[in-house]
């Protein structure tokens, strides 16, 4: 006896086939036949055959209904398909249902994937009956979130980027994307003079970060917020213009140098008669000096007094006071006196000061003589007092500071300067040589 499916007007063609689905789902495919196959397929017919999508498997038609019996229904079996076809002389009408309750359940475990520079994304899939209402927590994208976990790893917060929802008469299909927040990429920049700019992309919200802030922007990767940040580094990595006292870079050059010309300043006196002498013994030179540059940033705009005695360097090389000679000679019985001061600019010498006298003797005059030429004489005696100022140290031996520069370099998201120092530190002086090049051979 035909065993009939919903209606008289449909007859069961063998069994129907079960298939269990992941999460406690079935699919069931039932195969019927008609009651009169030459007819059943008019239009005027079909509400006879055809159930209506989303009607449960249990549910009777509204035409020649019939009630499942005992034990055949399965719980939430909702039609998804339908559609009829000639097998010889049959009108085969096969009907499939499956699992769709009034909550969502995932069609299948969820699909990962770590293509986003190594971040996780999770592809999630859920199903319902028809007009199921999408949970609010899981439709607000860039704050829902899930905590993914996989095995026994520790849990791994991923936000909802997008979701799509596709509407049957019989389902309601949920796909939602969760995307980890965390470093989507980064970019290095190499700039001049060891400092290097790093571009850092953030997906959801905003990581750490090393060295001052120069630029700070939003935009969106798949529905979610990303956070652009540029900082500035050293070539090593470490934060620009922390201090201020530690070089970003340093690099050898050769450097103008002034050496100094030398004189000496001195008096004698072989009794009567006193003589005082400037000799130039070595002109000013100007040279090249291997020195080193050293570049530093910092928020201080100002140059400190420890910068010219940076590398151990004796200071700022820039003399401002050159040798000089003050001859002062006066006959002690005449009264006559004698002045002369030499300014020797470019010079400085190791003399120092002197005071010397002559006495007349055997009716001969005390004499005083200044460059080899006559000066005064008295028949009593002459004093002469040589007054030197030394000019500058020797620079030989020593390293020297030659200039401090600070200029305007960048300014962060919160508006503090950093300023792009730059010292330059001598070698150690070389001496002057005779019948060469120069100090370098």
Known sequence: MAVSHRTNRLKLVGTPAVEQLQNGRYQLTVNCTTMNSREDWYSSNKARIFPDFGSLESAEMSIDGLAPRTGEAYTDMRLVSVESSTQRDQYIVTLVYQTLGATFV?????????????????????????????????????????????????????????YQVDDTDSYREFERTYIQAGTLSVSTKNLSEGVKQVTTVFLVTEGTTVGPVTSRSTNNFQGLKTITVTTMQDKDGNPLGTDGTTPVHSFDTFSNFSYPGLFTAFGNSNGRVVNAEIELTKAPAQSKVQSKVFVFFTTTSTIQ?????????????????????????????????????????????????????????????????????????????????????????????????????????????????YYKKTIIVTDTIPAQESSVGGPYN
């Open 106 to 162: 995932q069609v299948k475990d969820d699909t990962i994937d770590l293509e986003l520079n190594g971040l996780r994304r999770v592809t999630r899939t859920s199903i319902a009956q028809a007009g199921t209402d999408i949970p609010d927590d899981d439709k607000d994208v860039g704050v829902d979130y899930i905590d993914h976990q996989i095995d026994s790893e520790t849990a791994v917060r991923c936000f909802l980027a997008s």
């Open 305 to 417: 007094s420890s910068d010219y005695k940076y590398e151990s360097a004796s200071g700022l090389w820039s003399p401002n006071d050159w040798g000089s000679v003050t001859i002062s000679a006066v006959g002690s019985n005449s009264g006559i006196r004698f002045n002369a001061s030499k300014a020797m600019r470019g010079y400085r010498t190791d003399s120092s000061s002197f005071s010397i006298s002559g006495s007349a003797s055997f009716g001969l005059a005390a004499l005083f003589s200044f460059q080899g030429s006559l000066k005064l004489e008295d028949f009593n005696a002459v004093g002469c007092v040589g007054t030197i100022n030394p000019g500058p140290v020797d620079p030989v031996g020593s390293k020297w500071v030659l200039d401090v520069k600070i200029t305007s370099a960048f300014d962060d998201v919160d508006g503090t300067t």
